[in-house]
């Protein structure tokens, strides 16, 4: 099933493909510019392999079953994995795997997805979660977006099933926006306006390029840029679905979120790691098939020794791949693109990275 709001949010495919030489054969995915190949309308290997709606009832659970709203992003993150399953033409053993983990994630955290007993949908509640954002965007950036982030996710998979809700779900989730409210904004050192949704995102993929020199160093501390991606996609969702305004008041906070200065650092004292990613790398089937993977994916996060447990700490892979396949559309430099995705797929290969 395809949200009646991704329409608007992108290219149209078949002009993408014009545009950017070609999708990479077999993924459908846009962005990755390794060669060409036919677009995935015409490729046999791809599918619209999907998930199902329970993958959003059990996403809108374990979000607000969360004791406090950290713990969201494991619903948040089941969300974005439907998403991005029934969003893109991966193949049949991409959308098998990545359930395969989902399915994991949930059954590790059984007790934040166990549903409400005697649900009755109050479908106009649904407004109350993007009015319960307002005072979590004025004044700037707190928890690195994440009221943005849950906000945009679980409003799109409220439209998507109304019938999940309930009015002790939707009464949790703002709870969420609240504690997050309470934080001190940060703002940016130079405060502007976009112009539209679409300057904001290409701002994104300005800020992310600066990174360029981290590469291959991964014991430099990054800044938050896996979130620097979700909250951009985040507040374009929001506006998409008609929440303008909104949207504006958040401009605030990711200017500050995009705004972290580039580390310096001394090569010398931190050794090249050749490691590199592509999305091309990442969404294939022998990436999420991987042992090695599924085995840090599946243990418990720990910043020592599992930086990738529990899918990046709390399911952050799948949000940011949700996001980044919604945001690369939007960028017509393919060149910037293949090295905003090296510099954010780092994250999601080389456990030794540090920060976000």
């Not at 029934?86 to 983990?101: C, L, M, P």
């Not at 993007?130 to 009221?147: C, D, I, N």
Request: overall charge negative; aromatic content about 8%.
């Amino acid at each position: 099933m395809e949200s009646s709001e991704n329409a608007g949010l992108t290219l149209a495919r078949r002009d993408f493909v014009q545009l950017s030489a070609g999708i990479i054969g077999g993924l459908g995915i846009p962005g990755l510019f390794d060669g060409v190949a036919e677009a995935a309308d015409n490729d046999e290997t791809s599918t619209k392999s999907s998930l199902d709606e329970s993958y959003l009832e059990l996403g809108l659970i374990g979000m607000a079953r969360s004791n406090g709203w950290f713990n969201a992003h494991l619903g948040a993150a089941v969300l974005a994995g439907y998403y991005m399953c029934n969003e893109n033409r991966f193949s049949d053993a991409i959308v098998d795997s990545i359930k395969k983990q989902l399915d994991s994630l949930i059954a590790t955290h059984r007790q934040q997805f166990t549903p409400f007993e005697n649900m009755s949908a109050d479908v106009p509640l649904v407004e109350d979660v993007p009015r319960s954002l307002e005072p979590a965007v004025q004044g700037g950036l707190r928890a690195h977006g994440h009221a943005v982030i849950y906000t945009a996710l679980s409003v799109r998979a409220l439209r998507d099933v109304p019938h999940m809700a309930d009015p002790r779900l939707i009464k949790l989730l703002c709870g969420h926006n609240a504690q997050i409210a309470q934080k001190t904004p940060s703002q940016p050192r130079v405060v502007s306006e976009y112009a539209d949704t679409q300057a904001m995102i290409e701002a994104l993929f300005d800020s992310l390029a600066r990174f360029k020199p981290l590469l291959g160093h991964p014991t430099v501390k990054r800044p938050n840029f896996t979130h620097m991606t979700t909250h951009t996609e985040a507040l374009m969702s929001l506006d998409a679905m008609g929440y303008t305004e909104l949207a504006k008041a958040g401009q605030l906070g990711h200017q500050a979120h995009i705004d972290e200065p580039v580390p310096d650092f001394d090569p010398a004292e931190h050794p090249l790691d050749e490691r590199e990613s592509t999305l091309a790398d990442i969404m294939n089937k022998d990436f999420w098939q991987n042992e090695d993977n599924q085995k840090q994916w599946n243990g418990p996060w720990n910043v020592k020794n599992n930086p990738n447990g529990y899918w990046l700490a709390f399911g952050h892979l799948f949000k940011v791949l949700y996001s980044y396949h919604r945001l690369i559309g939007r960028i017509r430099d393919k060149e910037k693109v293949a090295l905003c995705s090296r510099v954010l797929l780092e994250r999601c290969v080389n456990p030794e990275v540090q920060g976000g």
